[in-house]
């Protein structure tokens, strides 16, 4: 098992626990959105492409909605069962879908008023601060100034602009992870400049 499949299945937990139409931090999108969303993703790669090119996106949308038709059950067992052998994520499903299946699954976690971080091992630990600055080279390469990721016990990552004015962002590397996914609901401590501060929160970090 790799973290990837544990947190696939942690998050179809947490999907049933909540059910089929709460909200996530996906914009619109409920649970049954979300999850039509991380089917087509990785079962249907003709409608996949439009997740990131806008010229495809119609054709996205209309496979995503008859996904999202189905019982929302057998949605999930879908979802549960990772790639397909033939998709293309099949053979990478530990690297390509590590961060899709954390970010996903706080998206689900923290779309109520109430939510708390969990306890992550060591093994995570690695895993996201790893993530967090790979990630965070793309979120903050359009900051006006240094970016610097600060998890603690050493680990300083600067990335963006180098040298004059930084903007430090400090917490574990599950929360680094989750503002260079384009996230604010994230427990950071954000030091600099007041206006570099807001001009590093206002970007435009989603994926």
């Not at 937990?13 to 996530?24: F, H, I, N, S, W």
């Not at 999108?29 to 969303?37: G, I, N, P």
């Not at 119609?58 to 038709?69: D, G, I």
């Not at 990552?157 to 680094?176: C, D, I, M, N, Q």
Request: aromatic share 6%; charged share 25%; glycine share 8%.
């Amino acid at each position: 098992m790799s973290l990837a499949r544990d947190e696939r299945h942690a998050l179809v937990q947490t999907m049933t626990e909540v059910g089929p139409d709460a909200p996530t931090l996906c914009g619109t999108w409920t649970t049954r959105d979300l999850a039509a969303h991380l089917v087509v993703r990785e079962r249907r790669p003709d409608a996949s492409a439009g997740i990131l090119v806008p010229a495809l996106a119609f054709h996205t949308a209309t496979v995503q909605a008859e996904f999202a038709s189905r019982p929302y059950a057998e949605l999930l067992a879908l979802v549960d069962s990772g790639p397909p052998l033939w998709s293309p994520l099949r053979p990478i499903d530990a690297q390509a879908n590590l961060g899709e299946m954390f970010v996903h699954h706080e998206d689900v976690r923290r779309a109520g008023p109430e939510w708390e971080p969990r306890e992550l091992g060591a093994a995570w630990d690695a895993a996201l601060w790893t993530l967090a600055r790979r990630m965070g080279r793309r979120s903050y390469r359009k900051a006006p100034c240094a970016v610097v990721l600060d998890a603690g016990n050493g680990r300083r990552a600067s990335l963006g602009r180098s040298g004059g004015v930084e903007v430090v962002l400090s917490g574990t590397p599950a929360e680094l992870t989750l503002h260079a996914f384009g996230r604010d609901r994230v427990r950071l401590v954000m030091d600099g400049p007041e206006d570099a501060v807001a001009a590093v929160t206002a970007l435009d970090r989603g994926i």
